[in-house]
């Protein structure tokens, strides 16, 4: 009996010594690596040139994380050893091998260049560029841990202006009081045709003492712009003036807000004018059917509210080709701001093609609601 429980218990030993090594197995302790190199390219000493190169050879060692999972690579560069202003770049690796894309290097070589005070006429540009690599573990919930490689010096990195023209906005949005702040509300402006000009417009209702901004998307992804972004143009006795960041008028009402936008180097120049909010009728509804820009008979009745509606003149004679409504805009002739009301809704010409025709009877009227862009002949 005394043999067979020995006996026992040295399985029983055993079997537990198995199942505590079992668990060390599945469930392997982090430890934070000491040591990640960065191969010195073979080809170190040659021209690197980005604007030419299909891709950068890298390689670097495998950091131990303590166990095998996957490690995510990252390239980060510089045009000093100390990484003091660094760009890490969009491309993400796998493997301790990686093909580094010459033209997304270029890119952060030529923003690199700029920064440090560099222009676009300086290009092309050699210089030094310095590059290591970052090593993360990472899991669903994020980073777990990571470590930076050491430094490898490019003596000659030779790279052309590698980034894209700049271009004027393709579209805008104003946001403010008026619209409850909500970009779900915001409306958008309307370019001048042919919408290569950068130039918009919008007639909108402005709360005394409350401000407005623009942006190029509905969000505040740090692209709106306020009082300080713009150079902001009074023509209708806003007395304009910086709410917090915005471009708040003191008096309130009516305005047909202008925004011009002009490429300056790298930036987008905006100019903002705060118009008289006049609209204006045209063509074979007016008295002779005349065609003669801002005729003082045939302005619209601007409303004292939001919500009311522009009134135009009462029309002087049968119209088979219909009326003509515009905005005036200050270089541009009246076609190219022009809109009409199409079953009960406004529509704006923008960049589009000339509009459809609607068939008056003398004494109708046009009304237009700028605020829910409705409209009316009647």
């Known amino acids: 009996m005394k043999k067979l429980s020995i006996y026992s218990l040295l399985i029983a030993g055993l079997m537990g010594l198995t199942a505590c090594e079992s668990d060390r197995d599945s469930n392997p302790t982090l430890q934070e690596p000491t040591t990640f190199v960065l191969n010195t390219p073979a080809y170190v000493n040659s021209i690197y040139d980005l604007s030419s190169s299909k891709v950068v050879e890298l390689t670097c060692s495998q950091p131990d994380f303590g166990y095998t999972a996957p490690t995510v690579y990252s390239v980060e560069v510089s045009l000093s050893q100390d990484f003091g202003n660094s760009t890490v770049l969009d491309t993400k690796y796998s493997t ?5 894309d010459a033209s997304e290097m270029a890119v952060a070589f030529t923003n690199l260049q700029l920064a440090a005070g560099k222009t676009e006429a300086d290009f092309p540009i050699t210089s030094e560029f310095y590059v290591r690599v970052i090593a993360e573990l990472t899991s669903a919930g994020g980073t777990i841990a990571s470590i930076i490689s050491n430094v490898v010096k490019l003596p000659t990195v030779r790279s052309e202006f590698a ?37 918009f417009w919008r007639m909108v209702y402005l709360p005394a003492g409350k401000g407005f901004k623009f942006n190029t998307a509905t969000a505040w992804d740090g692209g709106e712009k306020g009082f300080a972004g713009a150079k902001v143009v009074d023509n209708n006795k806003a007395d304009a003036f910086d709410d917090g960041g915005n471009i708040g008028v003191t008096k309130g009402g009516w305005y047909l807000i202008v925004i011009r936008s002009a ?13 008289e909010p006049n609209v204006w009728l045209i063509g074979g509804c007016t008295t002779d059917g005349k065609w003669d820009e801002l005729m003082a008979d045939w302005k619209f009745e601007v409303p004292a509210t939001a919500d009311d509606y522009f009134v135009s003149p009462a029309f002087a004679q049968d119209a088979p080709e219909g009326p003509r409504a ?40 046009m009304y237009l609601n700028f605020t829910n862009d409705t409209g009316k002949i009647e």
């Open 326 to 365: 515009y905005v005036k805009i200050d270089g541009y002739d009246w076609w190219k701001s022009e809109f009409m009301v199409f079953d009960k809704k406004l529509t704006y010409r923008g960049a589009g093609g000339d509009l459809d025709r609607i068939v008056t009877k003398a004494g109708q009227k």
């Open 163 to 199: 980034l894209p023209p700049v271009k004027l906005p393709a579209k805008l949005y104003l946001i403010g009081q008026f619209c409850d702040w909500a970009w779900s509300n915001a409306p958008e402006m309307i370019p001048v045709y042919d919408g290569t000009t950068g130039v």
């Open 96 to 100: 301790a091998k990686m093909g580094v």
């Open 263 to 275: 490429v300056n180097g790298r930036n987008i120049d905006y100019t903002v004018e705060l118009n």
